[in-house]
């Protein structure tokens, strides 16, 4: 989508609070004991309330409101009967729609106490999202995004997951510019312009590589070779002087 008024920008914003808000409460309501399910339900209610529409089940007809990965899961898992435990990373990602218009946030969010070095990764998984965001500007390379983020991770000692990219959204949950990698990737020509929307969200790991589906269902993904991996997610808008973030919570 790219935005040409205010209306539409504000619509925008709009569904990226509300997706905002109920990331940060879902992350706040997390205790151990919890089922994911249960931590699902949260977060449809809040939309409900708000009066947005859980883009996955609308969209792809996925079995939930949210997505809930839990530890060796790296996306797309399925709530359910899971229980939380202390010392769990779990990734919550929220996407929705009110009015027509689409956002989608997402982060690592640890329960309790978890190892230093994990711990070091969530920083630097976030640090590795502001790196992207802050390649997003009018008629700058859309390869620019993973460009940066993937000499940080070098520079870090980090991998990067490569099949699972950033997206363009806003009036739909996926759509066009497709496909932008948060990796290096020298074949991509295009470039961002005024009002584009997009997300940008990379897959930082400690050594995996690809997302893969197990014989288990078909939704949840699992890092190949298996590896700890956060993400983080903001949707975002090009202007002339940079990235308007509207996932932002308020």
């Not at 992350?27 to 339900?41: I, S």
């Not at 991509?188 to 690809?210: A, Q």
Request: include cysteine; hydrophobic fraction near 40%.
């Amino acid at each position: 989508m790219t935005i040409t008024q205010q209306d539409d920008l504000e619509s925008l914003q709009t569904i990226g609070r509300i997706v905002a808000n109920t990331l940060q409460a879902m992350a706040g309501a997390m205790e151990p004991g919890m089922t994911t399910r249960e931590l699902d339900q949260i977060g449809r209610a809040l939309l409900e309330r708000d009066g947005a529409i859980s883009a996955p089940e609308s969209t792809y007809d996925f079995p939930g409101a949210t997505c809930i990965s839990v530890n060796e899961e790296i996306a797309h898992g399925i709530p359910g009967n899971r229980v939380l435990h202390d010392g769990d990373l779990v990734n919550i990602d929220v996407s929705a729609s009110k009015d027509g218009f689409f956002a989608d946030t997402g982060a690592s969010v640890r329960l309790g106490a978890i190892p230093p070095a994990l711990e070091q990764l969530c920083r630097d998984g976030k640090r590795a999202m502001d790196i992207g965001i802050a390649q997003v500007g009018h008629d700058k390379p859309i390869a620019g995004i993973g460009n940066a983020i993937g000499r940080f991770a070098a520079r870090r000692g980090y991998t990067l997951i490569r099949n699972l990219a950033s997206h363009g959204i806003g009036r739909a949950l996926h759509e066009e510019p497709t496909e932008v990698a948060t990796w290096p990737n020298r074949r991509d020509r295009r470039r961002l312009h005024k009002g584009l929307v997009l997300t940008v969200e990379p897959f930082l790991s400690n050594g995996g590589h690809w997302a893969e589906t197990t014989a288990r269902d078909d939704w949840t993904l699992y890092s190949q070779p298996p590896a700890w991996v956060v993400q983080y997610e903001h949707t975002v808008v090009t202007t002339a002087n940079g990235a308007l973030i509207v996932t932002l919570p308020g």
